[in-house]
């Protein structure tokens, strides 16, 4: 495809992808790339590489996050800025002394973000992670296993400092041991 973009077009263009960030301008973006008339969101510089069907209702994709691979979003989650969520892996290959450079398949490196989940701000998700319904997952964690609902997770890598009451949506912290007192 040749397009002719005079300057003005391309002014309005990276000013449309890039600094605008509302939520008329976000679901303007879900519906160009496929997603729209399921209350999706996506705000500006973020990479979706999954199929729509993938992606539930009301789901919000922050600022330059990255979607890619075999990956699966729940209903009514949010997914803040510059969050990774990858599946898929590349193998090490003994005869050429390189990674592979296509996803090698070697079991179900799929992801799955539960519903009502919320990723918090630069969170990494890597391969074959499922997480359950309604997790926390804290700014900067690295998710590299698997956790049940309503579990709040945290660190590098990431791990359960916490759980979310069902019933009354409070945050129980773990306790810590007698000896980090």
């Known amino acids: 495809m040749n397009i002719k973009m005079d300057d003005e077009l391309f002014r309005v263009l990276t000013e449309y992808n890039h600094l605008t960030n509302n939520q008329h301008d976000n679901e ?26 993938q992606i539930g209702e009301n789901v919000f994709i922050g600022l330059y996050s990255y979607l890619n ?3 699966t979003v729940g209903d009514n989650t949010l997914i803040g800025p510059h969050c990774s969520v990858v599946a898929g892996n590349h ?14 398949k070697d079991g179900d490196d799929s992801v799955v973000i539960g519903e009502g989940c919320w990723l918090a701000s630069n969170v990494t998700v890597t391969p074959g992670v ?11 964690a690295v998710v590299t296993k698997s ?4 579990s709040i997770l ?26 980090e007192k």
């Open 28 to 53: 303007k973006r879900a519906e160009i790339l496929g997603l729209g008339g399921r209350r999706i969101q996506v705000a500006p510089g973020a990479n979706i590489r999954i199929p729509a069907e």
């Open 147 to 150: 956790f049940p609902e309503y």
């Open 154 to 179: 945290a660190g590098v890598p990431a791990k359960k400092v916490g759980r979310i009451d069902p019933q009354t949506g409070e945050y129980l912290w773990n306790e810590k041991k007698e000896t």
């Open 69 to 71: 691979g075999n990956v």
């Open 130 to 140: 499922k997480l359950g319904r309604s997790t926390l997952v804290c700014a900067g």
């Open 91 to 104: 193998k090490f290959d003994p005869e050429t002394g390189w990674f592979s450079a296509r996803t090698e």
